[in-house]
């Protein structure tokens, strides 16, 4: 990044493609751009820019409606120096898989699975996909108010339980607000005759290497301002959310058994569940089967519902698999010293 006093500002490549500053102490009287150049030494320019801080958000609010709930924003700027706005958001919900799983495999056998490793309570997250854009450019006050940024609809599993969204506004020039502008009508509002037909996007990047290349896209400098609230199940109707699992049911049963005449038993759960004894992509044990008065005869999942989640940040399977075995009597059960008459 370079200033119109011609002082660099160098960015660090973290990964393919993302570039990163440190933090900057930007001088708003001057102006910035973005120097490019590539790794086959083709040069670009965006032009110069002023800074342009965004001011506060004033609140982010939702309304109950009868098909889910709206999400708005709230701001003004008191120094009037903005009139242009753009917002994106990131949504971030808690959601529980089919079955509680209590059991898990350490590879060589099925284990009571430690409380600080569930796997019921799993996060959902996504970010915004359209462009949201508004002005007070023609407004008698500079003042936004239910600026709706989404929509959630009441069968979202997203409302489920808690759902939280973080909103991050940023300050546009009027240049940049027409170029977002006709972005916006060139990729989410061509689905009938009465849109604007597609047209040339001009922003303000540049190829000093061949000038009539057309570059597409916009440089902006300043901050941005953030705001985040959290929605629980409690505050919304009584909604009933679409199941995310509608087919996930337990109807596998695993069996360790003897074959008639056998000598060796048939371990179905090393096949499907123990990864180091066979199981080539293990399923997860889910809950014991049992009969009042009798200790565990097995233990419940389906097949159904595999699939990735995140768990706390991580990744995990959330795969279950219905198992019917006799383990003996241990904290750790052990299905391979246990011989059954089924």
Partial sequence: MQSDQNINFPLTETTNGYYVSGGLNLDNSHKYRLSIKTSNNEQYYSDYVPVLNSPPIDSVNFTITNNGINIYSNTHDATNNVKYYRWDFQETWIFHSNYDSGFYSNGDTVLARPANEQIYTCWGNDTSSTIIINSTA??????????????????????????????????????????????????????????????????????????????????????????????????????????????????????????????????????????????????????????????????????????????????????????????????????????TNH
């Fill in 138 to 339: 023609k407004l008698s006050k500079n003042v936004l108010i239910d600026n709706l940024l989404t929509s959630v609809p009441s069968t979202s599993i997203k409302l489920g339980s808690e759902y939280s969204i973080l909103v991050r506004q940023y300050a546009l020039t009027a240049d940049a607000y027409t170029f977002w502008t006709n972005l916006k009508k060139n990729t989410e509002q061509l689905g009938s005759i009465f849109d604007a037909q597609p047209s040339q996007i001009n922003g303000n990047i540049h190829s000093a290497t061949n000038p009539l290349e057309p570059v597409i896209g916009y440089i902006s400098v300043g901050t941005t301002s953030s705001q985040r609230i959290f929605i629980k199940n409690r505050q919304l109707p009584a909604w009933l959310p679409t199941p995310a699992y509608p087919n996930c049911q337990l109807d596998t049963e695993l069996y360790v058994y003897y074959a008639p005449g056998a000598k060796t038993p048939v371990n179905q759960v090393n096949e499907f569940i123990n990864y180091n004894k066979g199981a080539q992509f293990p399923l997860i044990p889910v809950s014991p089967i049992s009969r009042p008065g009798s200790p565990p005869l097995g233990i419940y999942g389906s097949r159904a519902c595999l699939r990735g989640l995140y768990i706390k940040g991580n990744k995990h399977s959330t795969g279950f698999l219905e198992i019917l075995m006799q383990p003996n009597h241990k904290k750790s059960i052990d299905y391979e010293k246990y011989h």
